[in-house]
């Protein structure tokens, strides 16, 4: 697997470079800024690129808006945006295209090499990537009406693992459970909240997730 990594901190870029580079993921550039980030992928076609959400000039939102670029112009690419904060509303623009192929975590989590390096392999197969702390904000605010006031502790342990990107079978194994059991459960899900069951995974978790948002 290729990736660049885009982040205007050279130390946490060396440090990540490093960390994948020992997991076995060849780094094959990195950037300080979105335009330079722009210019890395068009020129070296990364399976995956790593994107902290604030970077220069203004320290806002460079990154998601770069990220955006990439999932337009390079849809190949898979994109793995870093926050230092649980940022509902750009996790939720990042997904908001209901495609594949793209993640959101805390930079917290990157200090775990399995768990970044499983999370690049997801993106770069198409899947989602939702970091837990923003699954589980996003299952445990409350609203009137509450979407998921029909949701049984079960079904909401479930949905919480289909953001984050699980198969049935892996979601099955996390819960000790059977898949059939999964499936159905999943179905039941989708039912409660008026969504279309069908075997698209992606479309499906990011529906969940959008519909969550409000």
Same mark, same amino acid.
């Not at 768990?115 to 939702?130: F, P």
């Not at 698209?200 to 978790?205: F, G, I, L």
């Given at each position: ?5 885009? +982040? !205007? ?30 210019? %890395? ?10 994107? !902290? ?22 849809? &190949? ?9 649980? *940022?509902?509303?750009? =996790? ?20 775990? =090499? ?13 899947? %989602?990537?939702? +970091? ?17 006031? +029909? ?12 953001? *984050?990107?699980?198969?049935?079978? =892996? ?13 159905? &459960? ?8 008026? %969504? ?19």
């Amino acid at each position: 697997m290729r990736t660049v990594i885009a +982040d !205007d901190t050279a130390l946490l870029r060396q440090g990540l470079a490093r960390l994948l580079a020992e997991a076995g993921i060849d780094v094959c550039g990195e950037a300080g800024d979105g335009e330079s980030l722009l210019q %890395l992928v068009e020129r070296e076609q990364p399976d995956v690129a790593i994107v !902290d959400i604030r970077m220069p000039p203004t320290h806002s939102d460079e990154g998601l808006v770069a990220a955006a670029v990439i999932r337009t112009r390079f849809p &190949h690419v898979g994109v793995l945006v870093l926050s230092q904060y649980v *940022e509902p509303a750009y =996790a939720l623009r990042l997904v908001s295209d209901q495609q594949g192929g793209c993640g959101y975590l805390l930079k917290d989590r990157v200090t775990n =090499a399995a768990e970044l390096v499983d999370a690049l392999e997801r993106v770069a197969a198409g899947e %989602l990537v939702v +970091d837990r702390e923003l699954v589980d904000l996003l299952l445990t605010q409350r609203r009137d009406p509450d979407p998921l006031g +029909d949701l049984t502790e079960r079904e909401r342990e479930v949905l919480a693992l289909m953001a *984050e990107g699980f198969a049935d079978r =892996a979601i099955a194994e996390r819960l000790w459970i059977a898949t059939n059991t999964v499936e159905t &459960h999943v179905r039941h899900i989708l039912h409660k909240l008026a %969504l279309p069951c069908d075997d698209a995974k992606n479309r499906r978790v990011q529906a969940v997730l959008i519909h969550l948002s409000g």
